[in-house]
């Protein structure tokens, strides 16, 4: 219970979801029916629909001390099978795939009963959580109840959350974000959470004509672009104390149209299935558009070069971003190997993206080094910066920037442009030299690209990242 602390003490604090409703005392009474059927399981899977039953499931398996594996409601046969034979659950609880020959645990929110927790130690596995498999097959990450813990703590720290908050959002419930943040970070603090299920502009406004109107939402940033679209549907969010953005960069004109509509400035945060949030705005801070904010409590972050030398933090050069803390994985499940490649000789943990840091320590996440940190004719370029400038002009609707191989620069930058209102072929040329000076203008020359395509739409995940190996 220690992990679900604010749950414990229960109340008639709710949880929403798509419309449904249990109180505290509901929920633990609920979760308790179904917890007391896992005493011979160490490990289940729960099918992570956007539903009151996934948060029976998973409070339920918490509650006893079961892993548990989120698996998305949308994954294909490959995707479920890989999963399950990696994972090895020993049965589902609540919904489940169309066939599956594992046992099955219902997780009915009205059931009620009364459960004595068992002991369960800080070190134990809470979250057998899979990654989304960009370069190659997901892989399992175990994230220890300590580390849950530490991490919601830090941003409740962070976040000034309190048991008076009331949080809204319609993230999936099979990543950090919308799971650990999104319903656990209410259930340990002790406030309300109204999930709106499909998270639409219409939504998200609907949540704050609840009886307890939302002080906090969350989303990823096509959710925020789409309510920057909607005037009247961002002007019902003027009544909450923060917008939480995360997952990708938040365009800086969406920025800056959601503080001119709701008189908030969005607070970003970084982080990933490894190490949860690692860096954060904090809510007595100033946001800055692309910027992700500072380390949490007991987290701290460095830069490296290509040599493993110390990379400045002068707020303009580019490092491989490394981190060390509390909220930190305890490996790969299966995967000694690629556990200890993720890891520095000296304990710090490579999280593969590439960043800046200022010198009061605010980061801003240039992007993936793999894709993102681009060698060209001597210079190394975040590609995340280019995008947020390319982003500030008034005819780029969303963009991606590239590195693609040349036999003079060794890579040359690629900007794929999805333009804003109607772009004829005649049209082109013109407008890919306008952007090319643009960039120029605003950054510098080596950071112009070299080529603008056009394109309909960018390939995206269904956390919105753009999936840069599919252009």
Not at 193 to 210: D, K, N
Not at 299 to 319: I, K, M, N
Not at 448 to 455: A, H, I, N, S, Y
């Amino acid at each position: 219970m220690d992990l679900l602390a604010g749950l414990a003490r229960g109340g008639q604090q709710r949880v929403t979801v798509s419309g449904r409703s249990l109180n505290y005392d509901e929920l633990l009474a609920a979760s308790s029916a179904v917890a007391s059927q896992l005493e011979a399981v160490s490990r289940v899977a729960v099918l992570a629909t956007p539903t009151l039953e996934t948060v029976v499931a998973v409070t339920a398996a918490l509650l006893a001390g079961v892993e548990v594996v989120p698996v998305p409601p949308d994954s294909g046969r490959a995707e479920l099978s890989h999963l399950l034979a990696d994972s090895q659950p020993q049965a589902w609880v609540g919904e489940t795939p169309t066939a599956t020959t594992l046992p099955v645990i219902p997780a009915d929110p009205t059931a009620r009963s009364t459960y004595s927790p068992p002991p369960v130690g800080p070190g134990r596995i809470a979250f057998v959580l899979y990654t989304s498999g960009t370069t190659g097959l997901p892989k399992g990450v175990l994230l220890s109840r300590r580390a849950v813990a530490a991490g919601l703590d830090a941003l409740i720290d962070a976040w000034a959350w309190t048991s008076r908050d009331v949080l809204a959002h319609g993230l999936p419930l099979f990543h950090v974000h919308g799971l650990i943040l999104g319903v656990l970070g209410p259930l340990r603090v002790g406030g309300e959470l109204i999930h709106v299920g499909r998270g639409t502009p219409e939504r998200y406004a609907g949540a704050a004509s609840e009886p307890h109107p939302p002080s906090m939402y969350f989303a990823v940033p096509t959710i925020w672009s789409r309510i920057a679209e909607h005037p009247e549907q961002a002007a019902a969010l003027k009544g909450a104390r923060l917008l939480v953005s995360g997952s990708a960069a938040l365009p800086a004109p969406v920025f800056d149209r959601l503080h001119e509509l709701t008189g908030l400035r969005v607070a970003e945060r970084y982080g990933m299935s490894e190490t949860l949030i690692t860096v954060a705005t904090r809510a007595d801070g100033s946001a800055r558009a692309g910027w992700v904010g500072v380390p949490v409590a007991g987290v701290q972050t460095r830069l490296r070069d290509d040599h493993d030398e110390p990379v400045p933090a002068d707020g303009e050069s580019v490092g491989r971003l490394e981190v060390r803390g509390a909220t930190l994985f305890e490996g790969y499940l299966n995967r000694p190997e690629e556990t200890a490649r993720a890891w520095t000789d000296d304990g710090w943990f490579r999280t593969g993206d590439v960043a800046i840091i200022d010198p009061r320590g605010a980061h801003r996440i240039v992007g993936r080094e793999s894709v993102d940190l681009i060698k060209s004719a001597g210079y190394r370029i975040g590609a995340g910066e280019i995008e947020s400038t390319l982003l500030g002009h008034p005819r780029v609707a969303e963009v991606a920037v590239v590195g693609e191989p040349d036999p003079d620069l060794g890579q040359r930058l690629v900007a794929y442009v999805v333009p804003r209102g109607d772009l004829t072929p005649q049209q082109q040329p013109a407008l890919a030299a306008e952007l090319t000076a643009y960039v120029g203008a605003e950054l510098s020359a080596h950071k112009r690209p070299r080529e603008v395509r056009f394109t309909a739409s960018l390939p995206r995940n269904e956390m919105g990242k753009v999936q840069k190996a599919l252009l």
